[in-house]
T-cell receptor
Framework: GAGVSQSPSNKVTEKGKDVELRCDPISGHTALYWYRQSLGQGLEFLIYFQGNSAPDKSGLPSDRFSAERTGGSVSTLTIQRTQQEDSAVYLC????????????FGEGSRLTVL | AQSVTQLDSQVPVFEEAPVELRCNYSSSVSVYLFWYVQYPNQGLQLLLKYLSGSTLVESINGFEAEFNKSQTSFHLRKPSVHISDTAEYFCAVSEGGGADGLTFGKGTHLIIQP
């Protein structure tokens, strides 16, 4: 498709399990972002990939969170030993270098930790 | 560091009435300003943006926002709202342009009452 694709759209897991969330950005977009959207909290920046540069991980809330981007395209966000406070919608966005600030978002992956 | 404040978490308004969603930002440098909209069960999408030039910017569906540097504001307005405008609206700021990530406000839920 032409947009940012995320999977799964919904994930229910048990506390302590690991989860992987996938993002397929728009073809040709060099920048990829992960945000977390919690009820009443707005969007929380998690991590940013730009081309082949080292990612900006400054927003990751703990060492249980990690992300990688293979071949400059698909990205996977991994949450280890999930906790109930990890429940949120995880949004992926991509953008084209030089296009100031316009991010294209996927529909998100809703994570529920029981 | 940049920050964004959306003063209202929820704004109820009757259909065909005017609306203003408030946004204030703080930054020590020049900024680019954005409004994103999130319709129910959808991802965020860009509504309008200010990069440079005219301080009044418009969207295709009748919204407008005005950049006011002295008041560090970028309020969003529409003279007559429709039921289909019901959504979450996020103000965002980016310093320096390029493909840098955005800092988002916590969002304002616009509720249109018939």
């Amino acid at each position: 498709g032409a947009g940012v694709s995320q999977s799964p759209s919904n994930k229910v897991t048990e506390k302590g399990k690991d989860v992987e969330l996938r993002c397929d950005p728009i073809s040709g977009h060099t920048a990829l972002y992960w945000y977390r959207q919690s009820l009443g909290q707005g969007l929380e920046f998690l991590i940013y990939f730009q081309g082949n540069s080292a990612p900006d991980k400054s927003g990751l809330p703990s060492d249980r969170f990690s992300a990688e981007r293979t071949g400059g395209s698909v990205s996977t966000l991994t949450i280890q030993r999930t906790q109930q406070e990890d429940s949120a919608v995880y949004l992926c966005a991509s953008s084209l270098l030089g296009l100031a600030g316009e991010l294209f978002f996927g529909e998100g992956s809703r994570l529920t930790v029981l | 560091a940049q920050s964004v404040t959306q003063l209202d978490s929820q704004v109820p308004v009757f259909e065909e009435a005017p609306v203003e969603l408030r946004c204030n930002y703080s930054s020590s440098v020049s900024v680019y300003l954005f409004w994103y909209v999130q319709y129910p069960n959808q991802g965020l999408q860009l509504l309008l943006k200010y990069l440079s030039g005219s301080t009044l910017v418009e969207s295709i569906n009748g919204f407008e926002a005005e950049f006011n540097k002295s008041q560090t504001s970028f309020h969003l307005r529409k003279p007559s709202v429709h039921i289909s405008d019901t959504a979450e609206y996020f103000c965002a700021v980016s310093e320096g342009g390029g493909a840098d990530g955005l800092t988002f406000g916590k969002g304002t839920h616009l509720i249109i009452q018939p």
